[in-house]
């Protein structure tokens, strides 16, 4: 008995000294009813958030995809138009009264077309023919001895370069002069 008599003294003491009247405790339930509400539209509100998030989230990884699969479809459609020129040109090619100029005028032309294309598309020549060599934009395939270029100058483009605007997509393949050897 000595456990429930240092029970009832470790109790407050106030419990009994403040009774709680039946007005006081139907305010106090109510506004436990309110907190209640109001905690079940917050926890809704955050369901319906996360929902819309996931949603938000779903849309954006739909359209990344879709612009994956179809990002091209406008530099494609333009290169169709080249293709099609090239197309022609066999054809051309092929026919009896085809001379070498009127094939190499075709040529000409569907090339201009191809230039306008990549001009059109931010797509850059490199094109560095008596240049000093940059290994940002050129890969020197072989460094010939010259005595008309100075060294580490371009002497000639084995392939030319590429840059869509200021990235480079492809370097120009080049051969690049040294000093000749001393007599």
Do not use: C, W
């Not at 470790?10 to 009247?21: I, K, R």
């Not at 020549?125 to 580490?152: C, I, K, M, R, W």
């Not at 392939?159 to 480079?168: A, S, T, V």
Request: proline share 6%; net charge negative.
């Amino acid at each position: 008995m000595t456990d429930q008599s240092d029970m009832a003294s470790a109790a407050p003491d106030n419990l009994n000294d403040n009774p709680v009247s039946i007005e006081e405790y139907e305010a106090l339930n109510a506004k436990l009813n309110e907190a209640e509400a109001a905690a079940t539209t917050a926890r809704d509100g955050h369901l319906r958030a996360l929902a819309e998030l996931d949603n938000v989230r779903k849309r954006a990884e739909r359209e990344i995809d879709s612009a994956r699969k179809y990002g091209s479809e406008r530099v494609l459609g333009d290169l169709l138009a080249i293709s099609d020129s090239l197309e022609l040109g066999l054809k051309a090619a092929n026919a009896p009264e085809a001379t070498v100029q009127s094939i190499r005028e075709g040529m000409a032309l569907t090339q201009k077309q191809l230039a306008m294309f990549f001009e059109k598309f931010g797509v850059a020549v490199v094109d560095p023919a008596g240049q000093v060599f940059d290994p940002t934009y050129h890969e020197a395939v072989s460094a010939l001895p010259s005595a008309d270029v100075a060294p580490n100058h371009v002497i000639s483009v084995m392939q030319k370069g590429y840059r869509l605007h200021e990235r480079l997509l492809r370097p120009a393949m080049v051969i690049v002069a040294k000093a000749p050897p001393a007599p």
